[in-house]
Nanobody, 127 residues
Framework: QVQLVESGGGLVQAGGSLRLSCAAS????????LGWFRRAPGKERAFVAA????????AYEDSVKGRFTISRDSAKNTMYLQMDSLKPEDTAVYYC????????????????????WGEGTQVTVSS
C-alpha cells in the first residue's frame, strides 16, 4: 500500500522560506513521477510543481517559477519542495502526489493523473 506523508509546513512571514518533504513508502520510488499541489481557502486543489520519474524534468505553475524548487532523493524515498520568497497568496494546504509510470521523462500537472495522495501540510504566510 502506497503511503505519502508530507511534513515541513508551518507559519512564516512574507519573504521567508520553508522546505516541504514528502516521504513515500509501499512503492518503488524510482517508478513514480511526483507532484505538489495546493488548496487555498475557498479554492480548488491546484498544481504547484512536478518532477519526472528520473528527476531530470520539472514543471512549475507560473506564479511559483523562480521561487519554488522541486527535487527528489531516491536514496531517502523523499521528495522536496523548497519554497523561497513566500507570499501571503501561497497560503494553502500542500499535498504531494505520486503516479506509477513507465515514462521516465514525463511530468504530470493534473490532479486526475495521480493515483496516490498524502494528507497535506498547512503552509501559512503572514503579511
Amino acid at each position: 500500500q502506497v503511503q505519502l506523508v508530507e511534513s515541513g509546513g508551518g507559519l512564516v512571514q512574507a519573504g521567508g522560506s520553508l522546505r516541504l518533504s514528502c516521504a513515500a513508502s509501499g512503492v518503488t520510488f524510482s517508478t513514480a513521477a511526483l507532484g505538489w499541489f495546493r488548496r487555498a481557502p475557498g479554492k480548488e486543489r491546484a498544481f504547484v510543481a512536478a518532477i519526472s520519474r528520473n528527476g531530470l524534468n520539472t514543471a512549475y505553475e507560473d506564479s511559483v517559477k523562480g521561487r519554488f524548487t522541486i527535487s527528489r532523493d531516491s536514496a531517502k524515498n523523499t521528495m522536496y519542495l523548497q519554497m523561497d520568497s513566500l507570499k501571503p497568496e501561497d497560503t494553502a494546504v500542500y499535498y504531494c502526489a505520486a503516479v506509477i509510470t513507465s515514462y521516465f521523462f514525463t511530468t504530470y500537472s493534473k490532479t486526475n493523473e495521480y493515483d496516490h495522495w498524502g494528507e497535506g501540510t498547512q503552509v501559512t504566510v503572514s503579511s
